[in-house]
């Protein structure tokens, strides 16, 4: 079973700066197939914007595509994890603060993220949302 953060998080995640349009970041989830990107500003990790946060904050709201990501991300006083991290601190972290993404974060820079989803894959392999965390899109 695996114990920290660095071996069950999904490694590279997209990334996007926080001046770049909406349209932009939802290229970047579409071609990753992930319903999520971390927001850079000037490289450092400031938040992370779902696909949530753009149908509520963007197409909801009858906005242009181009808005700036800044204005769509929802993410404030952003928690993240480094990979050493143990999944029991993650789980907590999560708990304690509401959140189902973490970043996670080596020498200032994005490496990989964290969700539920992988702790529930790691946690309880044969749990609802296990089995729909480890889908893929044509199953």
Known sequence: MATTVSEVMTRNPETVEISDPVVEAARRMRDADAGDVIVLDN???VGIL????IAIRVVAENKD???PVAEACSTTDLQTVGPDTSLDQAVQLMRTNAVRRLPV???DRAVGIISLGDLAIERDEDSALADISAATPDD
């Open 50 to 53: 779902t696909d949530r946060d």
């Open 105 to 107: 974060v080596e020498n």
């Open 43 to 45: 490289g450092r990790v």
């Open 65 to 67: 595509p181009s808005t």
